[in-house]
């Protein structure tokens, strides 16, 4: 499994992005996607996470303004981020498991300025 993130850049604080991750096989088989994201200085935290087709839960920092989703006839996961705020700059990781295995893809930076 390939994963390939994009969406990030720079926005205004207020201002909304959508992150998108794209992988090579059927996201269809997948039992638990999620995005994480670090900050320098920091560990890589769960910012937004789906079970199945529709069991998703957030951390508090970041509820009611992030939503995960997924198109499986696309083969995406998607992070729309709204509201956002300069402590949201990270770079942004999409996470997949299947069949017991956990496969990364590679970042994409949102920077947020006030």
């Known amino acids: 499994v390939q994963l390939q993130a994009s969406g990030g850049g720079l926005v205004q604080a207020g201002g909304s992005l959508r992150l998108s991750c794209a992988s090579s096989?059927?996201?269809?088989?997948?039992?638990?996607m999620a995005w994480y994201r670090q900050a320098p200085g920091n560990e890589r935290e769960l910012v937004a996470n789906?079970?199945?087709?529709?069991?998703?839960n957030y951390p508090d920092s970041v509820k009611g303004r992030f939503t995960i989703s997924r198109d499986n006839a696309k083969n995406m996961v998607y992070l729309q981020m709204n509201s956002l705020k300069p402590e949201d700059t990270a770079v942004y990781y999409c996470?997949?498991?299947?069949?017991?295995?956990?496969?990364w893809g590679q970042g994409t930076q949102v920077t947020v300025s006030s």
């Open positions: 996470r997949v498991w299947r069949s017991g295995y956990v496969y």
């Open positions: 096989t059927t996201i269809s088989s997948f039992n638990r």
């Open positions: 789906m079970i199945g087709d529709s069991i998703t």
